[in-house]
């Protein structure tokens, strides 16, 4: 048996919308996404937050297994296509970690880069104007996780997802993500996904928009 057999043994295809765990569950497994798109959502009040979206090459799940804790967000499968993942459970995490210089190395780099990710999320959760936490949310999309395309960078969020993301209304994301396509800065891809065009022209958009608070006026 090759080691693709082998490993082809922890593969799993699931089906858009498919919750891969959910908040609070207990966990013994963390994965590899190969391919598709996952959703990880926290329930927030009444309702739920998308913290991030993640595509192919991430791996998620892994904390449970490292602080043997249940599980602090839901894992799901967006809706937009399926998904396959690789599944890993406890002992052979702990054996890659042990065995694997490259992999703890990679570990460390991810959780460092999420933990950045979530003080940047909080930053722009506390801006009181709503359609400065929807740009400011869209750049940091673009820079940090784009992928990029021969049109611009691709971010791998819905006008939905992005609402959720920064707790705004979908008709108040709808405003803002209108007016930058009229000017064309962003289009909507018809997998409803984001493609910005000009992430400099976007940060000028940002810095007009706060421009008049640091003075103390409204924006307009």
Known sequence: M?????MSRFVRDLPPGEVIFREGEPGAIMFVL???RVRIVKHVGEGERVLATL?????????????DKARTATAVVADDGPARVL????????QMIANNREITL???????SRLESADALIEILMHKDPKARVMRALSRHAQSFG???????????????LAAQVNVTDEQVEEVLGRLRRVRVISIEH???ILVHDVDRLLDFLEFLEMPQKFGGDPP
């Open 191 to 193: 997998s409803g996904t």
């Open 2 to 6: 090759t080691s693709a057999d082998a």
């Open 106 to 112: 990679r570990l460390i780099k991810k959780l460092a």
């Open 87 to 94: 599944a890993i459970d406890r002992k052979r995490f702990e």
């Open 147 to 161: 992928e990029v395309t021969a049109d611009g960078l691709r971010v791998a969020l819905t006008p939905v997802e």
């Open 34 to 36: 190969q391919s598709g």
């Open 55 to 67: 595509g192919p090459g991430e791996f998620f799940g892994e904390m449970a297994i490292l602080n």
